[in-house]
């Protein structure tokens, strides 16, 4: 490998002309019609360094001569250091050996050689030149000791991806309302409007004013994967789109719901830009709310579940022949559990309910308290019709299945049916913290249960709010008040 020259460290401003430099190699001298042979022969005793030609014209102007580059090890006519098929070649051929001046220039080296050889030796140790895309934007998140060299970073890691036009910096937690990073620009445009493809959908976005992580694509086709096309499908933290918008397109019901006013119009645009139709209905309301508005508008709507085709299990006698409308499942990523088909109950509620908010999400679980009381008789088969919930969070717990349970029981008041229950482990987003999606059918008792206590809830609020209604107001952005356009939805 051809070092990167030294350089002047600790440098603000880049300065690609302090990377230029010339190598020495030791090459062999041959007529043009054997390179085939000698590459072939020698193998890695040539100069296998990326983005350099190991085979060049001949430097004594003999336009039938070629020169073969060696690796930086073979430093002399002694060929000390290569194999014995190089040196047999080299004595049965009559080969002549010459050493010649290579001109090497930043183009050459990867962003973390360049940062390792102009960052202070003292956190070189983790050069920073890791970041994640969204589009042609690279999102960093530099740590403190990097700030005073961050445009130079910048620099750097839009030098050496050339699908990047801008690159920025992390510089605070994600905004608990509305779910997006305050960031800085350190290098390229200041184009925050990004398009990136996922599960076979497009996706617009601006990047400043939205949640989007591409690294959760995995978990996105994970669950997406679980769900029928003949479910009905409400997502209650929906972002842009990244559940709701596949889903659909796979031929899911879907209601979808944000507070962000800027995801809420992305979604909508989304919708139009993946060509979806009246099967996505798009809200901006607060999560609770929303959970029972799309309840109570899908029942309204007179939504009744799509006949599904005839499903086949892979490698069963009887598979369906190639002119068959049957559907073939490989079991192991077959949908969830849902409700049958074929059921006479005219109630049609939600197959799954997704809520994607890890950070808070299992607070909201409150809302599913006696969500359906008083249908009871149109839900006799609670095991097969009350709907799975896909809940995203995050533990430190070294038992997060007990964890995460435990705190959903305590929310929603109630035990959770064990049979149903999964807690899948999504990705470690800190040392000692993980992100995790615990899906569970809605137990009964959580279903039909008296809402007289939300209703006891909603009174001691309206008295401490007429209480209050004379002093000092403080006003918290949060999920139940935050200023945003008139709620509206969209079919």
């Not at 336009?63 to 000390?80: A, G, P, Q, T, Y």
């Not at 029942?299 to 559907?327: F, L, T």
Request: proline content about 5%; hydrophobic content about 40%.
């Amino acid at each position: 490998m051809i070092p990167p020259p030294v350089v002047q460290r600790g440098l603000l401003t880049l300065d690609r002309s302090l990377f230029k430099t010339t190598v020495s190699v030791m090459a062999l001298r041959i007529p043009a019609n054997l390179t085939m042979e000698c590459k072939k022969t020698i193998g890695s005793d040539m100069l296998l360094e990326p983005k350099i030609r190991n085979v060049v014209d001949s430097d004594d102007g003999e336009k039938s001569k070629r020169l073969v580059l060696l690796n930086l090890d073979i430093k002399n006519e002694d060929l000390e250091g290569a194999s014995e098929k190089t040196k047999q070649f080299v004595k049965d051929k009559g080969v002549a050996l010459t050493k010649t001046e290579l001109s090497v220039e930043y183009d050459h080296w990867t962003a973390d050689e360049v940062l390792r050889a102009i960052l202070p030796e003292d956190i070189i140790d983790e050069a920073p030149s890791s970041f994640t895309t969204v589009g042609h934007i690279a999102h960093m998140n530099l740590k403190d000791e990097y700030l005073p060299f961050k445009h130079l970073i910048g620099q750097v890691i839009m030098d050496k991806n050339p699908n990047l036009r801008t690159v920025v910096n992390k510089t605070d937690s994600i905004d608990t309302t509305f779910r997006f990073f305050k960031m800085e620009l350190l290098a390229g445009d200041d184009d925050m409007i990004a398009e990136v493809r996922e599960s076979g959908c497009k996706f617009k976005l601006d990047f400043s004013q939205v949640y989007w992580n591409s690294r959760l694509h995995t978990e996105h086709e994970r669950l997406v994967k679980m769900f029928s096309a003949t479910d009905a499908l409400c997502d209650v933290m929906a972002g842009i789109g990244p559940f709701a918008m596949p889903a659909a397109k796979k031929g899911c019901m879907v209601y979808a719901n944000d507070l962000n006013p800027t995801s809420y119009q992305y979604m909508v645009e989304n919708k139009t830009l993946n060509k979806i139709k009246d099967n996505l209905n798009i809200y901006n309301l607060d999560g609770r709310d929303f959970i029972r508005k799309a309840v109570e508008d899908l029942e309204k709507s007179g939504y009744k579940r799509p006949p599904a085709a005839p499903v086949v299990q892979k490698g069963k006698k009887g598979a369906a022949s190639k002119d068959s409308n049957a559907a073939v499942v490989d079991s192991a990523s077959a949908p969830a559990p849902v409700a049958d088909a074929t059921t006479t109950h005219a109630f049609k509620t939600f197959d799954h309910f997704v809520m994607n908010l890890p950070a808070s999400a299992i607070e909201f679980l409150d809302a599913f308290r006696g969500l359906f009381k008083g249908r009871e008789a149109d839900i006799p088969e609670p095991k097969k019709q009350l709907p799975m919930i896909h809940c995203h969070c995050f533990s430190k717990s070294d038992k997060p299945e007990d964890d995460v349970r435990e705190r959903v029981e305590a929310v929603m008041g109630g035990r959770l049916e064990m049979d149903s229950v999964k807690l899948h482990w999504v990705r470690k987003v800190a040392p000692n913290k993980d992100m995790y999606c615990i899906s569970f059918r809605l137990p009964a008792e959580v279903a039909f249960a008296s809402d007289e206590k939300r209703k006891r809830e909603s009174e001691t609020e309206s008295s401490n709010d007429a209480s209050n209604a004379t002093a000092p107001v403080i006003t918290l952005a949060s999920e139940d008040a935050v200023k945003r356009p008139k709620t509206e939805y969209i079919d």
